[in-house]
């Protein structure tokens, strides 16, 4: 893998050879930081330049630069990590940002909105995903926002370095847990299964004694919350929930998401994908089977982490949700 330094301009310099090489994309920290050794022969800093590998995902602009302990630390976002440190702003007279169109149109049209186009790019080629109608959170940031654009169309985020930028594609989905070319043995699926989660919450609002707001909200073996009860006798489990400011809308809102987080953490289920190759990207899907108990379960891509040592060996590790 060849990592270029690109000044701010466009123009490439020379191929880096670092000490070592941490690159972050997904849920969290989108950054990467090289390392060298403080030495008259190693390249000269470039603020505002870029580091890539050309085909790859790898690569982003350099901000921040430190010195310690005999090291140089070149610091800064990768392409996942611009797109997050932009606000996706709604236009003005609108509650909210709204796209519709084929998918790489879209993020073309989201690279222009956040003024990204000297460094990242949409694909140009049809994608034949359709986003319709996708309303972003309010003032979410835009690498979070197109995750979420891209996931309501069963899709995901592709970044590929073309030489010149970084190009942004939607790509289907990928289940690796439904291909017969994943080995299974990559995943370590843990269970924590409690049978008598909390079902029934006796919730109530605001007023006092008899003319207060009250609700009774129940769980049923899928998670769906409901006023019918289906968890009866010794299966039952109920909780009183005191929320005095609420009314009723509201507290069946809080209600219900109190239940389904008290299902969630009664169904816990963790799935470790233990590759250390770049196969997986961010938004597919793995799964496997716990062994010990015959459960079964998929979780989804949420964080690559790739790091290189002074010999050009590259790992890649994963985190699931």
Request: proline share 2%.
């Amino acid at each position: 893998m060849d990592l270029v330094l690109k000044t701010s301009d466009g123009t490439d310099l020379m191929v880096l050879s670092p000490e070592s090489a941490d690159f972050a994309w997904g849920k969290d920290e989108n950054d990467f930081e090289l390392v060298f050794p403080d030495a008259p022969n190693q390249p000269r800093f470039e603020r505002w330049g870029y580091v890539y590998a050309e085909g790859t995902e790898y690569g982003g602009m350099l901000t921040r630069v430190k010195s310690e302990d005999g090291l140089v630390r070149w610091r800064g976002p990768t392409w996942t990590g611009m797109l997050a440190r932009k606000v996706l702003v709604p236009d003005s007279g609108q509650d909210h940002l709204t796209v519709s169109g084929e998918a790489n149109a879209v993020l073309r049209q989201l690279v222009a909105r956040m003024g990204l186009g000297d460094a990242l790019a949409g694909s140009t080629e049809d994608s034949r995903i359709q986003v319709r109608g996708f309303q972003f959170e309010l003032y979410c940031d835009g690498y979070s926002g197109i995750r979420a654009m891209l996931a309501s169309a069963g899709a995901k985020l592709r970044v590929r370095h073309d030489g010149e930028r970084a190009v942004l594609s939607a790509l289907p989905v990928r289940d690796w847990s439904r291909d017969e070319e994943f080995d299974s043995d990559l995943v370590d699926v843990l269970v924590d299964d409690d049978a008598q989660f909390v079902n029934h919450l006796v919730a109530r609002g605001q007023d006092e004694k008899q003319n207060r707001v009250s609700a009774e909200l129940y769980l049923d073996e899928r998670g769906n919350v409901s006023e019918t009860q289906t968890y009866k006798g010794v299966r039952e489990r109920s909780e009183y929930y005191d929320y005095t400011s609420a009314d009723r809308a509201k507290l069946v809102e809080d209600g219900t998401k109190r239940l389904k987080d008290y299902y969630a953490k009664a169904q816990s289920v963790s799935v470790t994908l233990g590759a250390s190759d770049d196969r997986f990207d961010i938004g597919d899907v793995v799964g496997g089977t716990d062994q010990r108990t015959g459960i079964s379960a998929t979780a989804t891509v949420a964080k690559k982490v790739l790091k290189v040592d002074r010999y050009g060996t590259a790992t890649v590790s994963y985190e699931t949700e």
